[in-house]
């Protein structure tokens, strides 16, 4: 197999800066690849001084902006300053871009073997809550931008591939899928859930019904809430943690404020995965969702999910197999998460069948694989 030099340009990590699931899933590639016998760095956000960490050479900018476009700019100016240190003597044979933030600094090296991967897009993080907002126009610029001169361009889902052609026009011959993995033994784990649950004031033996990730509208947050009112009205013992930060917080207790819900906002890793494997139902409202890694997560600790039928979520889970797939709208996700409250014994054997799923398709291994035959093709 070809042994390749590779940079990374992202604005989160795993060891630094880290805002949402961009940084799990960028972090776990490079990672992977040095363990296929590459060389990767990564040139990234934040306030330490660059490291090697599990073999990726982390290479760290403090940019400032006055929004967060401007901020992009001056940090993707930063990385490629960064970036020429290290492009001699062997030049890097791969510069891999992830996402909108980082489309400057491949506007100043487009001339080399580039590819951007979309793990998201401005219209479906905001859709049509944003359309006359500034950013949003000039980040769906980036977007479309950075697909025109990246050599080559991966999409997490198959959702999102046809998202971004029909958004910008990416030709179908230069777009691959190469959909995010899991570390299954990090969200597995040998704990008492009964205790877990004591610890939040719940009762042992209470269905509890968990919401992990950012408040923001696109997460359907408030479809949430409003659907755990109609399971409460039908099961009164149904208890509900919602794990994450965001805008919304505010909002949402207030819509929450007669409901059995503790928002407990961020919380340490280790801590959500307790959470994680005492919770008897994972629930993933999202309106839109260009892939879903607290998908794999919840199925690495061999939970149920309920998810709404949208993006990455609708491709990857088998109805009724690994997880059921509900409507965009309250009264639907509420007839999920009461369907598996009743009947526990097949949300366990759904849990299970999707952590097979996990090891059957979503490791780390193999999706690397598929990403360097990519890099093939560019160098080639």
């Known amino acids: 197999m070809e042994s390749f030099k590779i940079a990374f340009f ?76 290290y492009d001699t003597p062997h030049r890097f044979d791969i510069l891999h871009f992830h996402d909108w933030h980082v489309v400057q600094a491949l506007h100043y090296l487009q001339d080399r073997n580039t590819i951007l991967t979309y793990h998201s897009t401005e219209y479906g993080r905001n859709g049509n809550q944003s359309g006359d907002w500034w950013e949003f126009k000039e980040i769906s610029g980036k977007e479309w931008y950075g697909g025109l001169i990246a050599k080559r361009v991966t999409t997490v889902s198959a959702t999102l591939k046809k998202e971004v ?25 040998n704990i008492d859930p009964g205790e877990v649950k004591k610890a939040y004031g719940i009762h042992p033996y209470a269905p509890l019904v968990l919401f992990v990730g950012r408040l923001v509208f696109q997460k359907g947050p408030d479809l949430f809430i409003d659907a755990i009112r109609k399971v409460c009205q039908y099961r009164w013992d149904a208890k509900v943690i919602v794990a994450g930060d965001g805008g919304m917080r505010q909002l949402l207790q207030e819509q929450a404020k007669d409901l059995p819900v503790n928002f407990l906002g961020y919380i340490p890793d280790s801590e959500y995965i307790r959470i994680l494997n005492a919770a008897d139902i994972v629930v993933i409202p999202s309106r839109n969702e260009p892939f879903g890694l607290v998908l794999l997560e919840a199925w690495s600790a061999e939970k149920c999910v309920v998810a709404c039928n949208v993006g990455g979520l609708s491709e990857n889970i088998d109805a009724f197999v690994n997880g059921i797939k509900v409507e965009v709208n309250p009264a639907s996700i509420a007839d999920g998460i009461t369907s598996l409250i009743d009947e526990p014994w097949n949300a366990e054997a759904m849990g299970k069948r999707g952590r097979k799923k996990v090891d059957r398709i979503f490791l780390w291994g193999p999706i690397v694989k598929d990403l360097t035959d990519t890099y093939a093709r560019i160098v080639s």
């Open 10 to 85: 992202c604005w989160e990590s795993m060891y630094a800066e880290r805002v949402g699931g961009l940084a799990n899933a960028a972090t776990n590639l490079a990672e992977t690849l040095v363990k296929q016998q590459h060389e990767v760095h990564f040139f990234t956000r934040g306030m330490i001084p660059d490291q090697m960490v599990n073999g990726v050479n982390y290479h760290y900018c403090h940019p400032a902006g006055e929004n967060i476009v401007d901020y992009c700019d001056a940090m993707s100016r930063t990385m490629v300053e960064q970036f020429r240190k």
């Open 165 to 189: 052609m029909q958004l910008y026009n990416i030709p179908d011959s230069k777009c691959d899928v190469i959909p995010n993995g899991v570390v299954p033994r990090e969200y597995h784990a």
